[in-house]
């Protein structure tokens, strides 16, 4: 099972204001924040973008390493999770957008569209993708920390 979340490092700035942030699993997802809260919605977004442009230039995904003592999981945003899960079992199966196309029945176009981090997909298109490929979202849920 993979899970769409990333441990990232929260070291305290230099001059003692604000948070640098870095994931070790993506060194170029840099980022940093005015304080916790902030430093917790700017790691989200630096992740999201992160993995949105490895997918964008058909990259390798790093899976989570396990996170270690004092980071913090950052959790990919809802929207690009399906797509991330989409995209890592058409790798994983290795198989053409042309391929998934034709067993969806749908265009080429559909599937690019599907596996585009910035396009808006509706859930029920990914999960018909996935189970496709013999694969499904499970949500769940926890405690915030």
């Known amino acids: 099972m993979f899970t769409a979340s ?11 204001k604000g948070l640098h942030i870095r994931f070790p699993d993506s060194p ?6 005015d304080d916790l809260q902030d430093a917790f919605a700017q790691a989200a977004d630096c992740l999201s973008e992160a993995i949105a442009g490895r997918i964008a230039r058909a990259d390798e995904i790093p899976p989570p390493s396990k996170p270690k003592r004092g980071q913090h999981l950052i ?3 809802l929207h690009l999770a399906p797509k991330l899960a989409l995209y890592l079992a058409v790798r994983e199966r290795r198989i053409r957008n042309t391929e998934l196309a034709k067993r969806l029945g749908v265009s080429e176009t559909v599937v690019r569209r599907m596996l585009n981090p910035k396009h808006d997909t509706k859930s029920e298109k990914i999960q018909a993708a996935l189970m496709t490929l ?8 926890e405690d915030a920390a």
């Not at 170029?28 to 924040?33: C, H, V, Y």
């Open 75 to 77: 959790s990919l945003p």
């Open 28 to 33: 170029e997802a840099l980022t940093r924040g």
């Open 6 to 16: 990333y441990p990232a490092s929260f070291l305290p700035e230099e001059h003692g």
């Open 134 to 141: 013999g694969k499904r979202i499970v949500v769940s849920f």
